[in-house]
């Protein structure tokens, strides 16, 4: 596995009063862990959570070193209260979030005609409810950070450069399968194309609102992670998925995300789509 040179952001918190806080769901392994690793490097100070404790305090601890604060919880995002005790620990902590990654989700083979119930609701608990849960929480958070001075182009403000704005950015870990429907879809692309639609649903609330909070979904195909073994329940199946052809990286997917946040604040990147070159479908 090789890592991508890392392109420091040249517009975050450098100038700012205090550091921005990142929130950051499943940062225990594969894509949350490697957003979560680039946004310490980027200076954020980081609130993560999973269910594996260990793990994520493993995590924690190699992100402090980096000199950034980490609040880190064992959150199981299906159980709505965890989510809350979460969100009143970084209020309590910090008393602002500036930005959100719904990243934690996973994946069942459960086909529509045999599939296991239960299997089926950890997914839309997880990919679905649990990242409205979180965004609908951010978004409270993000209205009460207090409000910061940015730069604007002078097109927008007359002869003035910068203006107070409350802002922040929600960032949904969303998938190819939410684009079109593969081959073993089962629930999990139905889950994804609910992503897409929430995004959208969101964009258009917070435009609605005069909001400055911007929403980005990121969409990857495959990309390496423990994702394929539980998804396939086997580690053959897992390294027969990652060795058809160079797969993306969870630093692949950590750019996407610190391209979207390093936009000046009039740019809103929507959408971005990634896929291994050499993936088909
Ligand atoms: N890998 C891919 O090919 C791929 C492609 C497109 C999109 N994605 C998306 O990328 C995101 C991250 O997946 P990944 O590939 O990085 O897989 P991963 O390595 O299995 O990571 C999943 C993360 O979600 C967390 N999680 C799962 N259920 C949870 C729950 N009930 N409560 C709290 N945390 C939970 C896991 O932590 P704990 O187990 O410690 O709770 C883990 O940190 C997912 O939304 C996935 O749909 C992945």
Redesign the pocket.
Known sequence: MTTPPHIPLQNLSADRPQRSVAMV????????LAIAQRLAADGYDLAI????QQ??MEVAQSLRQQGVTVLAQT????DEAQILSFFAAVKNHWGRLNVLVN?????HNEPMMTGKTDAWREMLD??VLALCICTREAISLMNETETETVGLPTSEVGAATEATVKAGQIVH?????GHRVPAIAGIYSAT?FAVRSLSETLRRELRAANSNIRITAIS????E????Q?YHQSVEQAKTTYSQFPVLQ?SDIANAVAYALSQPSHVEVNDILLRPTQQSS
Request: proline letters at 2%.
């Open positions: 769901t499943g940062a225990s392994s594969g894509i949350g959570c999973a269910r594996r793990r994520l959150v199981d995002l299906r990243n934690a989700g996973l994946g997880v990919n870990i969303s998938s190819m399968s994804k990857p195909g495959i990309v992670t423990e994702f394929a539980k969870a």
